[in-house]
């Protein structure tokens, strides 16, 4: 009944994060419709977003330019890093406006079950940012779920050496919850009340 292109198109967007089979045909269905003021302007904006995005050299953050705009911004506080899991985690951070330091992004979190060890995250260079860079504070804002806090220990572990003071956020944050579901006030108050490890 539809052809393969469209066949196609649907079986792509299909694969986002929160569309299904159905919401992903009403989707296809509407930039259809919607060829020359939606999808033509979507598909350029996502060709160059593409060609233009890079990961930062210092964070891990997606930008256009390297060193990313928060790496760059001279008001951030540069003896206060942020260790979170992913981009997803940084951008919820910074949508609570509640932390002024930089970031830094592993690239995901330890877990047995996956096979992801220690070598498979952006570990060396966090330890050599906290190393050579006067870094007074390193907050884990991992996830709180099994990996998450297993990845935060096991930094802890790492950092326990150097002359940061290790927090992690508060617990606030629900169990099994992940950064990038949480509402901005959750963010903030587990930002504004970490502990020491």
């Known amino acids: 009944m539809v052809s393969a292109d469209i066949e196609r198109l649907i079986g792509l967007l299909a694969k986002l994060p929160g569309l299904g089979p159905r919401s992903a045909r009403r989707a296809v269905l509407h930039l259809i419709k919607r060829r020359e003021s939606l999808a033509q302007p979507l598909a350029k904006a996502l060709a160059e977003t593409l060609d233009n995005i890079k990961t930062c050299s210092r964070c891990g953050n997606l930008d256009s330019q390297d060193p990313c705009a928060l790496c760059r911004d001279p008001k951030r506080d540069g003896s206060v890093i942020c260790v979170v899991e992913d981009v997803a985690d940084l951008w919820a ?37 906290v190393n050579e860079h006067g870094v007074k504070e390193v907050i ?8 998450g806090q297993t990845t935060a220990h096991f930094l802890a572990d790492k950092l326990a050496g150097t002359k940061a003071k290790i927090t992690e956020l508060a617990h606030g944050v629900p169990v099994g919850g992940e950064l990038d579901y949480l509402d901005d006030g959750t963010l903030s108050t587990a930002l504004r009340d970490r502990r020491p490890v």
């Open 93 to 129: 951070l910074e949508r609570s406006a509640a932390f002024r330091g930089h970031y830094h992004v592993l690239g995901g979190t330890l877990s047995a079950l996956d096979g992801i060890g220690p070598e498979d995250l952006n570990i060396p260079g966090l330890l050599a940012r």
């Open 140 to 147: 884990l804002a991992t996830s709180a779920t099994v990996d």
